[in-house]
């Protein structure tokens, strides 16, 4: 099997959360990789944007009168949106340090692995 038939295989088949740790994980990387890299510009605004459209992907699913996340996590959810929204033009503008980003998206990954 080819691998990128397997990535799609696996897509496929992993429950939501594992989704979730694996985009989280991707996008993490990409702005630890620009962070290491010092990178400016286009290839900052990226990345730092990248993240930003994940966390409006689960503000839109909180919203969703479907989702079964209790009402005062979503409202958290949406709440944390909203600061990475704001927090991001701060990275991009203004050249704020990319690590508060960073460290919500690992905070967010261990308690999708169960860890938090």
């Known amino acids: 099997m080819s691998h990128h038939a397997y990535q799609r295989t696996q897509r496929i ?3 939501p959360r594992t989704a979730e740790y694996r985009l989280f994980g991707q ?10 890299k010092n990178v400016s ?3 900052l605004a990226e990345a ?9 992907s689960l ?6 009168d479907r989702n079964r996340l209790p009402p005062q996590l979503r409202a958290h959810i949406v709440s944390l949106s909203l600061w990475v929204t704001r927090y991001s033009k ?5 050249g704020a340090p990319m690590d508060p980003l960073i460290e919500v ?10 860890q938090a």
């Open 13 to 15: 088949t992993e429950d």
């Open 27 to 36: 996008v993490t990387g990409a702005l630890l990789e620009a962070k290491a």
């Open 41 to 43: 510009g286009g290839p």
């Open 48 to 56: 730092v944007d990248w993240n930003r459209r994940l966390w409006g």
């Open 59 to 64: 503000a839109a699913d909180c919203l969703d």
């Open 90 to 94: 701060d990275v991009v503008r203004r």
């Open 105 to 114: 998206n690992r905070t967010i990954m261990q308690g999708l692995q169960g």
